[in-house]
């Protein structure tokens, strides 16, 4: 199968588990290979930094009092660091951080943002998603600005972020697709330390729910290690230092601490990787549409900001070997249509689970990244709407993206480029300790 992409671990001379994180060689049945990613990342993640350092794309809108659906959150995260940043006004340039503990905080954004940031929601478009967005329409959202509040480690961690990631995994435990999570950590699906987790169980299943899987996998990955990355090292009353935590990478990810399954995590982060780049690349003739706006209130910094997003996206489109989605919702049509339909239900169903999430500033990027992974997906299967001409002279092209969408998309996938530079990094701190 061309989406079964199980990557090798080949380190000549490699003989111990510090080569755990040296993942590369080719893909199974793809002409891709890990090498080529790493070196075509080094080209996409400078031009992409540029691009979210833009006001359009660092505040994103979302609502983090949204209730948990599914269970009762026990408490929610008192640290510090699991707060987040909002801006209140105090003069035409400075803003105030305020920090966000519970359902009864409340923000305010400059006179002259906040008009724009309502114009930019009046000119976002719908679609059928694969991730919830009621954030876009709460009178109880609030834009949040991503680069004061970046992904890191929190202290958010125990049993209730496990039950988090295992009633995520668990949503494609059983066929046909559960739309109910379960959530004891004993099952078979559970992403869990010891190792025991799906890998063994995986490969007797259909490549849509190998595929939905690993992009899971991958994303939690991604998270880990940007959690790892960016560590709380020194927490002193006059100074925080922030830096790389190895022995948290290794936790994560050793072989020797796994159960062998860290490098499999790594595997699935190119895996994401490669999906979410061929949504960028998909997502090229939708932004080339003369029609196609983001919308800042000027039209010159509209027109500017398009030319950047269609460079990164042309960048994006040019990778030689590209993720073929074509083979997935393959032969019956019916039932094809019928599983894609599972899928996009399990993934919404993910997607409420971040409200479950009691740390804020993890809810914020978990909601975020799934939102992006959703409209990757969106973007992937909508071919036909993509390509179709609108119904009439004058009429909306029938497959749009809303702002919510083109922010989340491009950070999500700004979060998987960065770990995969961050690799590099961490590759060469367990070489020092060799």
Same mark, same amino acid.
């Given at each position: 199968?061309? +989406?079964?992409?199980?990557?090798?671990?080949?380190?000549?001379?490699?003989?111990?588990?510090?080569?755990?994180?040296?993942?590369?060689?080719?893909?199974?049945?793809?002409?891709?290979?890990?090498?080529?990613?790493?070196?075509?990342?080094?080209?996409?993640?400078?031009?992409?930094?540029?691009?979210?350092?833009?006001?359009?794309?660092?505040?994103?809108?979302?609502?983090?009092?949204?209730?948990?659906?599914?269970?009762?959150?026990?408490?929610?995260?008192? +640290?510090?660091?699991?707060?987040?940043?909002?801006?209140?006004?105090?003069?035409?340039?400075?803003?105030?951080?305020?920090?966000?503990?519970?359902?009864?905080?409340?923000?305010?954004?400059?006179?002259?943002?906040?008009?724009?940031?309502?114009?930019?929601?009046?000119?976002?478009?719908?679609?059928?998603?694969?991730?919830?967005?009621?954030?876009?329409?709460?009178?109880?959202?609030?834009?949040?600005?991503?680069?004061?509040?970046?992904?890191?480690?929190?202290?958010?961690?125990?049993?209730?972020? *496990?039950?988090? *990631?295992?009633?995520?995994?668990?949503?494609?435990?059983?066929?046909?697709?559960?739309?109910?999570?379960?959530?004891?950590?004993?099952?078979?699906?559970?992403?869990?330390?010891?190792?025991?987790?799906?890998?063994? *169980?995986?490969?007797?299943?259909?490549?849509?729910?190998?595929?939905?899987?690993?992009?899971?996998?991958?994303?939690?990955?991604?998270?880990?290690?940007?959690?790892?990355?960016?560590?709380?090292?020194?927490?002193?009353?006059?100074?925080?230092? *922030?830096?790389?935590?190895?022995?948290?990478?290794?936790?994560?990810?050793?072989?020797?601490?796994?159960?062998?399954?860290?490098?499999?995590?790594?595997?699935?982060?190119?895996? +994401?990787?490669?999906?979410?780049?061929?949504?960028?690349?998909?997502?090229?003739?939708?932004?080339?549409?003369?029609?196609?706006?983001?919308?800042?209130?000027?039209?010159?910094?509209?027109?500017?900001?398009?030319?950047?997003?269609?460079?990164?996206?042309?960048?994006?489109?040019?990778?030689? =070997?590209?993720?073929?989605?074509?083979?997935?919702?393959?032969?019956?049509?019916?039932?094809?249509?019928?599983?894609?339909?599972?899928?996009?239900?399990?993934?919404?169903?993910?997607?409420?689970?971040?409200?479950?999430?009691?740390?804020?500033?993890?809810?914020?990027?978990?909601?975020?990244?799934?939102?992006?992974?959703?409209?990757?997906?969106?973007?992937?299967?909508?071919?036909?709407?993509?390509?179709?001409?609108?119904?009439?002279?004058?009429?909306?092209?029938?497959?749009?993206?809303?702002?919510?969408?083109?922010?989340?998309? =491009?950070?999500?996938?700004?979060?998987?480029?960065?770990?995969?530079?961050?690799?590099?990094?961490?590759?060469?701190?367990?070489?020092?300790?060799?």
């Amino acid at each position: 199968m061309k +989406l079964l992409l199980l990557f090798l671990l080949q380190v000549p001379g490699c003989a111990d588990s510090s080569c755990f994180c040296q993942v590369s060689g080719d893909l199974d049945d793809c002409s891709c290979d890990v090498e080529t990613i790493d070196s075509f990342n080094e080209r996409l993640l400078p031009q992409l930094q540029v691009l979210l350092e833009e006001d359009y794309f660092r505040f994103y809108k979302v609502n983090l009092n949204q209730v948990c659906p599914f269970w009762g959150v026990s408490g929610l995260c008192g +640290l510090k660091d699991c707060a987040v940043k909002l801006c209140s006004p105090v003069s035409s340039s400075t803003c105030r951080h305020t920090h966000l503990y519970s359902h009864h905080s409340h923000s305010a954004l400059l006179d002259e943002t906040r008009e724009v940031l309502l114009d930019w929601s009046e000119h976002g478009d719908g679609e059928k998603r694969f991730c919830v967005v009621d954030d876009d329409e709460s009178p109880d959202s609030q834009y949040v600005d991503l680069l004061l509040n970046p992904e890191r480690f929190t202290g958010y961690r125990g049993p209730e972020s *496990w039950r988090i *990631w295992t009633s995520i995994y668990e949503e494609n435990c059983s066929s046909p697709f559960s739309i109910d999570p379960r959530f004891s950590s004993s099952s078979r699906c559970a992403y869990s330390s010891t190792g025991k987790v799906f890998y063994s *169980w995986l490969e007797g299943q259909c490549v849509e729910k190998r595929a939905f899987y690993r992009l899971i996998s991958g994303l939690h990955a991604s998270i880990s290690i940007h959690l790892s990355a960016r560590y709380l090292l020194e927490d002193r009353w006059f100074q925080r230092q *922030w830096g790389h935590n190895v022995s948290e990478f290794r936790r994560r990810f050793d072989s020797a601490l796994t159960g062998g399954e860290g490098p499999e995590r790594l595997r699935s982060l190119y895996f +994401l990787f490669l999906v979410e780049l061929r949504a960028l690349a998909k997502a090229l003739p939708v932004v080339q549409r003369p029609s196609f706006r983001l919308f800042t209130g000027r039209p010159e910094e509209d027109r500017r900001l398009k030319e950047l997003l269609l460079h990164v996206l042309q960048l994006a489109r040019s990778f030689p =070997l590209h993720f073929d989605e074509t083979s997935l919702f393959t032969g019956d049509e019916q039932e094809a249509a019928t599983l894609k339909e599972d899928v996009r239900r399990a993934f919404l169903n993910i997607s409420r689970v971040m409200d479950c999430v009691g740390c804020f500033r993890c809810r914020l990027w978990g909601k975020l990244q799934t939102q992006g992974l959703g409209t990757s997906l969106k973007i992937l299967f909508s071919e036909r709407q993509i390509e179709a001409p609108p119904l009439s002279r004058g009429q909306r092209p029938r497959f749009r993206l809303g702002r919510q969408e083109v922010v989340s998309l =491009l950070n999500a996938f700004g979060r998987v480029s960065t770990s995969i530079s961050e690799l590099k990094t961490f590759r060469a701190l367990l070489a020092e300790e060799m």
